[in-house]
């Protein structure tokens, strides 16, 4: 097999997000790499400067995975993203960042599929929100609907006050829950006000515990 360059593999990893996502692959210091989506484009440039404030300069200056918005104060945009850095052999040698468009100001609903059209629900009334049988299920107190979007996108997209990602397969609003229950193996099982009962994995327990303070 012939070797494959690094832009080459990136361009093909770059088509499975959706065209909601920017790529951006920096060294240490500049952007080697940038693939700009459809909704949003900070206009990075290879070359350009890893700017400070910038949720890959906090990525680098950490060395650990951050998740966050960033205002428009630094490229113009405000967005949504996610840097994760990588090492080699235990050195620092840059980080990849997925870019997610902000919401648009006064947009505070989810506008989810029902059997006859489509409701808009306010933030404030979405309990928790599932992913099973390749849909994204999003439910209220007497109603559930599904929406387009996936779990990954909506974790960017809702407050982040409110709802946390708890599981894979779920994202909860802390408003709605009920009481908190322990699991097997570190786990927690959330008991809801409507009633449902939503797991939280181990993978993410330990950062539910911190942000919820218990």
Same mark, same amino acid.
């Given at each position: 097999?012939?070797?494959?360059?690094?832009?080459?593999?990136?361009?093909?990893?770059?088509?499975l997000?959706?065209?909601?996502?920017?790529?951006?692959?920096?060294?240490?210091?500049?952007?080697?790499?940038?693939?700009?989506?459809? &909704?949003?484009d900070?206009?990075?440039?290879? @070359?350009?400067?890893?700017?400070? @404030?910038?949720?890959?300069?906090?990525?680098? $200056?950490?060395? =650990?995975?951050? /998740?966050? %918005?960033?205002? &428009?104060?630094?490229? @113009?945009?405000?967005?949504?993203?996610?840097a994760?850095?990588?090492?080699?052999?235990?050195?620092?040698? @840059?980080?990849?960042?997925?870019?997610?468009?902000?919401?648009?100001?006064?947009?505070s609903?989810?506008?989810?599929?029902?059997?006859?059209?489509?409701?808009?629900?306010?933030?404030s009334? $979405?309990?928790?929100?599932?992913?099973?049988?390749?849909?994204?299920?999003?439910?209220?107190?007497?109603? /559930?609907?599904?929406?387009?979007?996936?779990?990954?996108?909506?974790?960017?997209?809702?407050?982040? +006050?409110s709802?946390?990602?708890?599981?894979?397969? %779920?994202?909860?609003?802390?408003?709605?829950?009920? +009481?908190?229950?322990p699991?097997?193996?570190?786990? %927690?099982?959330? /008991?809801?006000?409507?009633?449902? =009962?939503? /797991?939280?994995?181990?993978?993410?327990?330990?950062y %539910? &515990?911190?942000?919820?303070?218990?």
């Amino acid at each position: 097999m012939e070797s494959i360059t690094v832009v080459s593999l990136l361009d093909v990893i770059g088509e499975l997000f959706s065209d909601e996502i920017s790529i951006a692959v920096s060294n240490t210091e500049e952007y080697i790499y940038y693939r700009p989506s459809k &909704r949003i484009d900070l206009k990075i440039k290879p @070359g350009d400067p890893v700017k400070n @404030g910038t949720i890959a300069h906090k990525a680098l $200056v950490t060395k =650990q995975k951050v /998740s966050e %918005f960033i205002d &428009r104060d630094i490229f @113009g945009v405000p967005y949504h993203g996610m840097a994760v850095p990588f090492l080699h052999e235990g050195q620092l040698e @840059g980080c990849v960042t997925a870019i997610f468009p902000a919401l648009t100001e006064g947009k505070s609903v989810v506008t989810v599929k029902s059997p006859d059209g489509w409701i808009p629900i306010p933030f404030s009334q $979405v309990m928790y929100l599932e992913a099973k049988e390749k849909k994204t299920y999003v439910y209220t107190e007497g109603f /559930s609907g599904t929406h387009k979007y996936s779990l990954q996108e909506f974790e960017y997209l809702l407050p982040k +006050e409110s709802f946390i990602r708890c599981h894979r397969s %779920f994202i909860v609003n802390v408003n709605h829950i009920r +009481e908190i229950y322990p699991d097997t193996h570190s786990t %927690f099982m959330l /008991s809801m006000k409507n009633g449902a =009962q939503v /797991s939280v994995s181990q993978t993410y327990s330990s950062y %539910f &515990r911190k942000l919820l303070g218990f």
